[in-house]
């Protein structure tokens, strides 16, 4: 059994379609996933997969999820042991402990082009850093993101493709939340 981690798009109260977390919790169980929980909200789901993996699994979750629930949403997943290699490589960690809130983790499907992230780093306003690492971009936003012309609209829009973004307060709570999982899981990143 493997940890993965799945980050719905657009499913929280102030999305396109709110559904409650034990509907998405219930329909994981009903596939045979192990273990599904929700983590600060029904957009980040935590569950077990014995075989399923990677990019089958968003691809599975996401035509599941639109056949069962009538959903179109993307999904990230992610392994336990992924998640924690996502937490040890935030290059902002003084930042993560005065701002939580403030520090956003941007999910990709695929790693960036490279040559779009030199003309992206242009669209950050005064004081806001950015870091790719693989498919996750680290953002700080020190002075608060409706201040920030830096938005998930402009990231999409460069690298053509659609994201996903998490507060640092809820990617260390589903750090938590799978603990020793990411220890255990023998899976490599997906």
Request: charged share 20%; aromatic share 8%; hydrophobic share 40%.
């Amino acid at each position: 059994m493997t940890t993965h981690i799945a980050l719905l798009r657009g499913v929280s109260p102030g999305g396109q379609k709110p559904i409650a977390a034990e509907t998405f919790i219930d329909l994981l169980t009903e596939l045979g996933f192990a273990n599904a929980c929700a983590v600060g909200g029904a957009n980040n789901l935590v569950f077990d997969s014995p075989e399923r993996t990677g990019a089958d699994l968003q691809n599975y979750l996401e035509t599941e999820i639109h056949t069962r629930l009538g959903l179109r949403t993307d999904i990230y997943v992610r392994t336990a042991q992924a998640w924690a290699a996502i937490i040890a490589a935030n290059p902002y960690g003084e930042f993560a402990q005065t701002d939580p809130g403030l520090l956003m983790t941007l999910f990709l499907k695929d790693p960036p082009d490279k040559k779009v992230i030199g003309a992206l780093r242009t669209k950050l306003t005064e004081g806001e850093q950015l870091r790719v690492e693989s498919r996750q971009f680290y953002v700080t936003y020190p002075n608060g993101l409706g201040a920030s012309k830096f938005s998930n609209n402009v990231v999409e829009k460069a690298l053509a493709t659609r994201i996903t973004s998490r507060s640092w307060t809820i990617v260390t709570a589903i750090g938590e939340a799978i603990g020793d999982a990411a220890k255990t899981d023998t899976t490599s990143d997906e």
